[in-house]
């Protein structure tokens, strides 16, 4: 997946394309979280698909859901979603920032190992 310390440092194009990469994943996970919410936000509190693409989102992004929730799976689910939506969080930016922080790091060992 990375390159080894001993190994030399990518190219600029090729880590480009590592980090595009990365970032494809992180949207795929955080797309495929909002659907997930907004089926859950449609099906258990009956909201249309924009007001659950609303309240999805909102709550993916860190905020409390837009609309009252009316109903007792509809409140379990929100409780639920909200969790996952930090561990999401967590997960989308630790996939964008990896590849930074692995060229930093490598680079930082280059460095070491020209200094011997």
């Given at each position: 997946?990375?390159e080894?310390?001993?190994?030399?440092?990518?190219?600029?194009?090729?880590?480009?394309?590592?980090?595009?990469?990365?970032?494809?994943?992180?949207?795929?996970?955080?797309?495929?979280?909002?659907?997930?919410?907004?089926?859950g936000?449609?099906?258990?509190?009956?909201?249309?698909?924009?007001?659950?693409?609303?309240?999805?989102?909102?709550?993916?992004?860190?905020?409390?859901?837009?609309?009252?929730?009316?109903?007792?799976?509809?409140?379990?689910?929100?409780?639920?979603?909200?969790?996952?939506?930090?561990?999401?969080?967590?997960?989308?930016?630790?996939?964008?920032?990896?590849?930074?922080?692995?060229?930093?790091?490598?680079?930082?060992?280059?460095?070491?190992?020209?200094?011997?």
């Open positions: 997946m990375f080894h310390k001993r190994q030399p440092l990518i190219s600029r194009a090729a880590f480009r394309n590592r980090f595009l990469s990365y970032m494809g994943i992180a949207l795929g996970v955080v797309l495929a979280s909002l659907a997930v919410g907004m089926i936000y449609h099906t258990l509190e009956g909201l249309t698909w924009i007001d659950s693409l609303v309240n999805a989102s909102i709550l993916l992004g860190g905020m409390g859901p837009v609309d009252q929730l009316l109903t007792n799976g509809g409140k379990i689910f929100a409780s639920f979603y909200a969790l996952y939506s930090g561990i999401v969080f967590l997960v989308a930016a630790g996939l964008v920032v990896a590849p930074v922080f692995h060229r930093f790091l490598h680079l930082f060992h280059l460095e070491e190992d020209n200094d011997r």
